[in-house]
């Protein structure tokens, strides 16, 4: 069994950032990602609001992130499917299909993914065209139509932000009253960029090589609407990676993962970042953040003083 200081399940942002931390400070660091590396970032067409990068593609700003992770000494391992693991012991052990690995500490920073429509066409647009981060993504759709899927907080926040940019916004929703707070709800109404589907499914995809419309279905007339769309932002909830954890570490009633404001979760030496775990905001910057954060706090419960002070 290869032993290693620590293991990071993940090797998007947040893992990427706890590997530099941790294999700067010359710990032996093992960074298992399920995929090809990079996280939800490297679907991320452009990236504009990242500070000290002006704005540059998503797969590439991931990909310095691997190559800084790997100079300084992180080995990372790809397409790594989990068995099973032992975490409560000193010992931390993750089995996977092509090896066991165990550390002294986990950060587990496997992330997650905006909730789908499941249309066939919603893939093709991914961006070019649909986008599930109005913070990230907003600014791209300045002075045109759009539109926004959802009826929660989320949904109706973004919703209100866009109008700062876009021309119109037209928020889609499946029932005939939204699940936000009044206040969000209120907001929305009283903004007289934005205007209402409600009792319905956006059922197509529109455009050749980028969207160019959409085909709404009002679900208590059956009738369908073509609208002139080039943005839409589907805002629709997003679902942690956690299910290996479940019944390991404690989840909360969203299954993203409980931690302190130092991203220990309920079990020691195991951490938790990025998107797997409870929070609001969702921004590479934040997971970055969460990264650092978790592998200052493995290196003081590794050698019980300031990280700083090692």
């Not at 160019?212 to 080039?230: A, D, F, H, P, S």
């Not at 932002?233 to 409980?258: H, T």
Request: net charge negative; with cysteine; charged share 25%.
């Amino acid at each position: 069994m290869d032993r290693y200081d620590t293991l990071i399940i993940g090797a998007g942002p947040a893992g990427l950032t706890a590997g530099i931390y941790l294999s700067r400070a010359r710990q032996n660091v093992l960074i298992l990602d399920s995929g090809s590396g990079g996280g939800q970032v490297t679907l991320t067409h452009a990236v504009a609001n990242y500070p000290g990068t002006g704005e540059t593609y998503g797969y590439k700003l991931a990909s310095e992130m691997k190559k800084q992770a790997v100079g300084f000494g992180c080995e990372i391992l790809t397409n790594q499917k989990i068995r099973s693991m032992e975490l409560e012991a000193d010992e931390k052990i993750i089995r996977t299909e092509k090896g066991d690995y165990s550390g002294k500490t986990v950060i587990v920073a496997a992330g997650g993914k905006p909730r789908t429509l499941g249309i066939d066409s919603e893939k093709k647009f991914q961006g070019t065209g649909i986008s599930y981060c109005a913070t990230c993504d907003g600014d791209f759709f300045t002075d045109e139509d759009i539109i926004v899927v959802g009826g929660g907080n989320s949904a109706l926040e973004e919703a209100v932000s866009l109008t700062q940019y876009a021309k119109s916004v037209t928020i889609v929703h499946q029932f005939d009253h939204f699940q936000g707070y009044p206040h969000a709800i209120k907001a929305a109404e009283e903004n007289s960029k934005i205007s209402f589907m409600m009792e319905s499914i956006v059922e197509d995809f529109l455009g050749e090589d980028t969207l160019t419309g959409v085909r709404v279905r009002n679900k208590k007339t059956n009738e369908n609407i073509e609208l002139n769309i080039t943005g839409a932002f589907i805002l629709i909830g997003y679902v942690p990676g956690s299910k290996p954890f479940s019944g390991v570490i404690e989840l909360n009633g969203r299954d993203e993962i409980v931690t302190d404001e130092g991203m220990a979760t309920n079990l020691k030496g195991v951490f938790a970042a990025g998107d797997i775990r409870q929070k609001k905001f969702r921004q590479i910057t934040t997971a970055v953040s969460d990264g650092t954060i978790a592998a200052l706090n493995a290196m003081e419960f590794m050698y019980g003083a300031d990280p700083d002070k090692i």
